[in-house]
């Protein structure tokens, strides 16, 4: 029995030193000194999640997960989640890899297979992390070495292995809701003075057609901006060291104030409570 465990303990801890690979263009790792959560959270791609030290507990409306070191947290599709990262007792250290499923994997795995697809499974998954040990130790020395190439083969390989375990959602397409595509834009330049016209003119409507289809989907341009600019702010906030007021403008907030405001409003904490440093 302590094989396994011996495993997965060495395979975590060559995992963890990507906190110090300078190349790991991209991916993040997330260290939060004290119990911190936010409500309603955007994950605007499929990525995984690899549970380093502590717990993550998270819940959307259909599904309430709890994460430990030696799993692998999968979210196949756009969602929203509640979450709450909860530091180890000993280390009083919480810390986990956040892994981006890119474009170009996804789009490698989709060519790669040619069979029919599995269903499309559940939002969040929990997987053992020692099943993938193999394609994700490939993926790190590609990254220790600046090898991005084969860094995406690997994440290519672990979606088509994502899939084999019946998330075929990883490899359909989603169709974006015009929400979507708006919150896009706005991701792309978040420092934009971004205006109603501004969307009218890139999707090719008018200013009575865009409101209206956003009011069926319960949402505005206002909220829509503010929403992408916070969501950006928060993946900010977890994969750099910048200071708050650097964050902000970066995110078309001029008064840091306003910005710690509106961000806690949103998640339910303030932006300080999440630190990288």
């Known amino acids: 029995m302590s094989a396994p465990i011996d495993t997965t303990t060495s395979l975590l801890a060559t995992l963890a030193s990507l906190a110090d690979c300078q190349r790991a263009d991209g991916y993040a790792c997330i260290t939060a000194r004290r119990e911190h959560g936010a409500s309603s959270v955007e994950?605007?791609?499929?990525?995984?999640?690899?549970?380093?030290?502590?717990?993550?507990?998270?819940?959307?409306?259909?599904?309430?997960?709890?994460?430990?070191?030696?799993d692998l947290f999968l979210i196949t599709r756009r969602c929203r989640i509640d979450v709450v990262n909860i530091p180890d007792p000993h280390s009083?250290?919480?810390?986990?890899?956040?892994?981006?499923?890119?474009?170009e994997a996804l789009t490698a795995a989709r060519a790669l297979w040619n069979e029919p697809l599995p269903e499309a499974g559940d939002a969040l998954a929990r997987l053992p992390l020692a099943e993938h040990g193999a394609t994700l130790l490939q993926w790190r020395q590609a990254l220790e070495h600046g090898h991005y190439t084969e860094a995406r083969l690997a994440l290519a390989s672990l979606a088509v292995a994502f899939c084999r375990r019946g998330h075929g959602s990883l490899l359909v397409p989603p169709e974006p809701s015009l929400g979507e595509r708006i919150r896009d834009l706005i991701a792309a330049q978040p420092e934009r003075d971004w205006q109603s016209r501004d969307f009218e003119a890139q999707l090719g409507l008018s200013g009575a057609t865009l409101r209206r289809r956003l009011a069926s989907e319960h949402s505005s341009v206002r909220e829509l901006i503010t929403d992408a600019r916070l969501a950006h702010a928060m993946g900010l906030l977890y994969t750099t060291r910048l200071p708050l007021k650097t964050v902000?403008?970066?995110?078309?907030?001029?008064?840091?104030?306003?910005?710690?405001?509106r961000f806690a409003e949103r998640y339910g904490l303030e932006p300080a409570a999440i630190g990288n440093s």
């Open 248 to 261: 902000a403008a970066r995110v078309g907030y001029r008064s840091l104030g306003s910005f710690n405001k």
């Open 92 to 103: 009083g250290l919480y810390l986990s890899a956040i892994v981006p499923m890119c474009a």
């Open 43 to 70: 994950i605007p791609q499929p990525q995984f999640a690899i549970l380093l030290q502590g717990r993550k507990q998270v819940r959307t409306a259909q599904q309430s997960l709890e994460f430990a070191p030696g």
